[in-house]
């Protein structure tokens, strides 16, 4: 019962993963928790794992679908990579450590608070702009996107270069952080600075997370065994791993299909649902 239960949690995340270029930690990290107790560093570790492989077929699909821009992708790997080694050494660090855990797991409710929060406020609100995850809803939504802004980085001028930094660096602290593949960071913040349209920023998030999730994974996972002797952190993700790569293969082919109104709700209430529930617990220790 104990692997079923743990291969329905890993279709969930491969599916979260998939759909919205996240990685599906923030799917992972929450059930974990409402199933097992509180556990942060070690879910976080599992999630790092099972992040690279949510988004290896996630990243297969984007480029079925020409969705990646390569040479984009290419300038924010290298910030990406430092960054999420410092956010998971950020992580270590003695306020988060022993019974300091719950301060870790109500950073990440807040994280997830947050995020939800913006992506409603971007729905609801007649002046805002359609920067978020999802494009938001309306009458004047075109079903297609075109390409937008300067996507080609031969043509990049050092402002645009200091974007893509901008883009990378909390994209990577996030996921050293809180352990998720950082996409609910990537995709706006690409959105935003680098002005380009949702599917590609998705498909270019889902390409980051191979990044954050293998050198977060490896940083993590060494910093948990000095840290508790022992590798079960690992087992937990190979366990979770194989129902996670068919969800992400399934909801990755999804982000091109349903419509940006699903697809926009389905993840605000994603956020809301796991925000709640993890700062609940969180707050209940803390007093």
Same mark, same amino acid.
């Given at each position: 019962?104990?692997?079923l239960l743990l291969s329905v949690i890993g279709l969930c995340v491969g599916l979260a993963g998939g759909l919205f270029g996240i990685g599906g930690g923030i799917v992972l990290i929450p059930a974990l928790t409402e199933f097992y107790g509180p556990d942060q560093h070690r879910y976080q570790a599992a999630s790092l794992i099972v992040n @690279?492989?949510?988004a290896v077929p996630a990243v297969y699909q984007h480029m079925r679908a020409r969705a990646i821009r390569g040479r984009m992708?290419?300038? &924010?790997m290298p910030p990406v990579v430092v960054s999420v080694v410092l956010g998971v050494a950020l992580s270590e660090i003695a306020v988060?450590?022993?019974g300091g855990e719950a301060w870790l797991r109500l950073c990440f409710?807040? @994280?997830l608070l947050f995020a939800g929060s913006m992506e409603g406020y971007r729905m609801i609100s007649p002046g805002a702009t359609s920067n978020g995850v999802v494009e938001a809803m309306g009458k004047a939504a075109r079903p297609v996107e075109p390409l937008a802004g300067n996507v080609d980085p031969a043509q990049w001028t050092g402002r645009d270069r200091l974007r893509a930094v901008a883009v990378a660096a909390p994209t990577g602290i996030t996921a050293g952080l809180l352990g998720v593949g950082g996409g609910v960071v990537a995709v706006p913040l690409q959105r935003r600075l680098l002005n380009i349209p949702l599917r590609i920023a998705i *498909?270019?998030?889902a390409a980051m997370i191979v990044a954050t999730s293998f050198f977060g994974a490896i940083t993590k996972n060494y910093a948990y065994f000095r840290e508790h002797g022992q590798w079960d952190a690992m087992v937990l *993700?190979? &366990?979770v791993a194989p129902a996670a790569i068919v969800g992400s293969l399934a909801g990755s082919r999804l982000t091109h299909k349903l419509? &940006?109104?699903i697809l926009r709700i389905l993840f605000i209430g994603l956020l809301i649902v796991a925000a709640i529930r993890m700062g609940w617990g969180a707050w209940a220790q803390l007093r």
């Amino acid at each position: 019962m104990e692997i079923l239960l743990l291969s329905v949690i890993g279709l969930c995340v491969g599916l979260a993963g998939g759909l919205f270029g996240i990685g599906g930690g923030i799917v992972l990290i929450p059930a974990l928790t409402e199933f097992y107790g509180p556990d942060q560093h070690r879910y976080q570790a599992a999630s790092l794992i099972v992040n @690279f492989f949510v988004a290896v077929p996630a990243v297969y699909q984007h480029m079925r679908a020409r969705a990646i821009r390569g040479r984009m992708v290419i300038w &924010l790997m290298p910030p990406v990579v430092v960054s999420v080694v410092l956010g998971v050494a950020l992580s270590e660090i003695a306020v988060f450590s022993n019974g300091g855990e719950a301060w870790l797991r109500l950073c990440f409710a807040g @994280f997830l608070l947050f995020a939800g929060s913006m992506e409603g406020y971007r729905m609801i609100s007649p002046g805002a702009t359609s920067n978020g995850v999802v494009e938001a809803m309306g009458k004047a939504a075109r079903p297609v996107e075109p390409l937008a802004g300067n996507v080609d980085p031969a043509q990049w001028t050092g402002r645009d270069r200091l974007r893509a930094v901008a883009v990378a660096a909390p994209t990577g602290i996030t996921a050293g952080l809180l352990g998720v593949g950082g996409g609910v960071v990537a995709v706006p913040l690409q959105r935003r600075l680098l002005n380009i349209p949702l599917r590609i920023a998705i *498909a270019n998030s889902a390409a980051m997370i191979v990044a954050t999730s293998f050198f977060g994974a490896i940083t993590k996972n060494y910093a948990y065994f000095r840290e508790h002797g022992q590798w079960d952190a690992m087992v937990l *993700a190979a &366990l979770v791993a194989p129902a996670a790569i068919v969800g992400s293969l399934a909801g990755s082919r999804l982000t091109h299909k349903l419509p &940006l109104t699903i697809l926009r709700i389905l993840f605000i209430g994603l956020l809301i649902v796991a925000a709640i529930r993890m700062g609940w617990g969180a707050w209940a220790q803390l007093r």
